[in-house]
């Protein structure tokens, strides 16, 4: 069973763009060092708003991945987006 960490961000000077990019090149090596990790992606939301969505191996990695993302964020886009919700799940079904 896979588990996922989903954050939804608002966007507050910046573009979707701009946003991946910063991720893709900072947030996905900080993800790719943390145990458990499977896979990351940002998804344009359309309203000023975008989500970032991690698998995980466990539960627990997941979780300690919402972690490593608030750092990150903090220090490198914390003037750009504002954390809206984060939630850690485990999937009833994936294919």
Avoid at 20 to 48: H, N
Avoid at 76 to 89: R, S, V
């Amino acid at each position: 069973m896979q588990h996922v960490r989903i954050a939804k961000y608002r966007l507050k000077s910046s573009t979707v763009d701009e946003v991946a990019d910063a991720a893709k090149g900072g947030m996905l090596p900080v993800f790719q060092a943390q145990p458990g990790f499977i896979s990351y992606g940002v998804a344009d939301c359309g309203d000023g708003t975008l989500l970032s969505v991690s698998h995980w191996e466990t539960h627990d990695e997941a979780e300690a991945a919402a972690a490593a993302a608030s750092g990150w964020v903090a220090a490198n886009l914390a003037d750009k987006i504002e954390l809206i919700e984060n939630h850690t799940g485990d999937y009833a079904f994936l294919s």
